[in-house]
């Protein structure tokens, strides 16, 4: 409550004179209530659906992190996942080496990292039965829209199924034999990231087939940013599942409770979901992926400018899909520049990359600072320096946009500011429904960042 107190003292007009000696004193206050990671009162995140932590720690720990906290519920139980690449986990464990010339001792603690379906069958008595993989496959080098056959993992012989292609949602025979679903996926905070409707497959199905789901939840290395045109829901695919904007601002355990929360899934089921939030983060943390999420988002620059580039994957110009800076460039054979150019050419997550082998102008955004909206100006300027405007749009860009609008006030001439005054209304609803489903408060530092 106090965190909520003190977001409104800078949002409301203040009716406590406060003598100008203590108001340091109290924003010192609301500040260091406001890095704390529990809920105001307000918030109605139902206390079941959240695992208590065991641990008692003041390190950042992502979910998965957390083992202590969840292993006792999978105990005696048959489990599977939904995890790729990031399913990463880090664990202490002590040390001793012996120094036979000098006739010493040396020990101590160390941290190491493992993926978690490797620790979970090499280090603990967890039944695990299945993997399931999401786009681009459970170790995560498949191109975007690759199709992904089900297959084995090598390394430990469990079954992989596939949840992509034409077969999103795990049926009940891919789900028999499962007693409790894990859910492992690093998210990046944007609606067209497929990871989100994958959660939501995965949850229909767990509600269907009576099936609990525990979601290790990861930090949003976008956390901050709500932003964007709502989606309508004729133009909902699997690159746009939910009416939210295209940046959600939240993590892929409160985006859970979401989809749980406002019947999102078919029929208006409910999944059993608990979430393993992580621990002693903020929102405002920043937070560099230490596994990169997908093929195409290399670095923390690229997926910081993931969200505002890939409207470029709905018209002819290229994001640099086939180079090494990936949604860290744009350029086009239509378009000019005496600036910067590039020539994509295959690799690994861009087999045929768009414009194979043809020389593109555009612009070089590696190192632009961090952006903190969703950001068109890019998009707006390509679209006006153009050879061939009639032909700079294709279908794909109102899945992108969740709407028509956007295509339609681009070509009407309309600026940035005039766009985006069209999106507030949408963005504010939102705002006041994500408010439900927070686990980590918006600092009020941060809260109106994107506005």
């Keep these: 409550m106090i965190c909520d107190l003190g977001f409104r003292i800078f949002k409301q007009p203040v009716v406590l004179l406060i003598r100008a000696r203590f108001f340091p004193l109290l924003l010192l206050a609301v500040v260091l209530v406001s890095c704390k990671t529990a809920k105001p009162m307000h918030y ?4 079941e659906a959240m695992v208590k932590s065991k641990v008692k720690s003041t ?4 979910g998965a992190d957390n083992m202590s906290s969840y292993f006792n519920l999978l105990k005696n139980k048959k489990a599977g996942i939904l995890t790729n690449q990031t399913g990463q986990v880090s664990f202490d464990y002590s040390y001793s080496i012996t120094d036979t010339l000098n006739h010493s001792q040396q020990s101590g603690i160390k941290t190491a990292t493992m993926h978690i379906v490797d620790y979970l069958v090499e280090k603990t008595k967890i039944d695990l039965v299945k993997i399931y993989a999401p786009e681009h496959g459970f170790r995560g080098t498949a191109d975007a829209g690759e199709l992904i056959v089900d297959g084995k993992d090598t390394k430990t012989g469990l079954p992989i199924i596939s949840l992509y292609g034409n077969n999103k949602k795990p049926s009940k025979e891919q789900l028999q034999g499962i007693d409790v679903m894990l859910f492992d996926l690093q998210d990046v905070g944007a609606r067209f990231y ?6 939501h497959y995965l949850m ?3 509600a269907e087939n009576d099936i609990e789901l525990i979601v290790l939840d990861r930090p949003n290395p976008n956390g901050n940013i709500v932003d964007g045109p709502i989606l309508e829901k004729e133009h909902s695919s699997f690159v746009g599942m939910h009416p939210i904007p295209v940046m959600h601002g939240m993590t892929i355990g409160e985006y859970a409770l979401m989809i749980n929360g406002e019947r999102w899934l078919k029929d208006s089921l409910q999944c059993k979901v608990k979430i393993v939030p992580c621990e002693n983060y903020r929102r405002e943390m920043a937070y560099s992926l230490p ?3 997908s093929p195409n988002l290399p670095n923390d620059q690229a997926i910081n400018l993931y969200a505002s580039l890939c409207f470029f994957e709905g018209t002819n110009v290229s994001i640099g899909r086939g180079t090494n800076k990936q949604f860290q460039i744009y350029g086009s054979p239509f378009l000019t520049s005496n600036h910067y150019s590039f020539t994509p050419m295959p690799n690994e997550g861009a087999k045929d990359p768009p414009w194979n082998g043809r020389l593109c102008c555009g612009e070089d955004l590696s190192e632009v600072q961090k952006v903190n909206h969703l950001e ?3 998009l707006l300027k390509t679209y006006n320096e153009t050879e ?6 294709n279908s794909y860009f109102t899945k992108l946009a969740g709407t028509k609008k956007l295509q339609r006030q681009i070509e009407g001439g309309m600026s940035e500011e005039e766009i985006r005054a069209t999106w507030k209304a949408g963005i504010e609803k939102f705002k006041e429904m994500r408010r439900k489903y927070l686990i980590y408060p918006d600092s009020f530092l941060f809260a109106n960042e994107a506005n």
Aim: proline share 7%; charged share 25%.
């Design 291 to 293: 596994v990169k999420p």
């Design 59 to 62: 390190k950042f720990m992502t």
């Design 376 to 378: 068109l100006k890019w």
């Design 194 to 199: 497929t990871y989100i409707s994958s959660l």
């Design 204 to 206: 229909e199905a767990c």
């Design 388 to 393: 061939e405007r009639a032909k700079f749009f």
């Design 44 to 47: 109605a995140v139902p206390a």
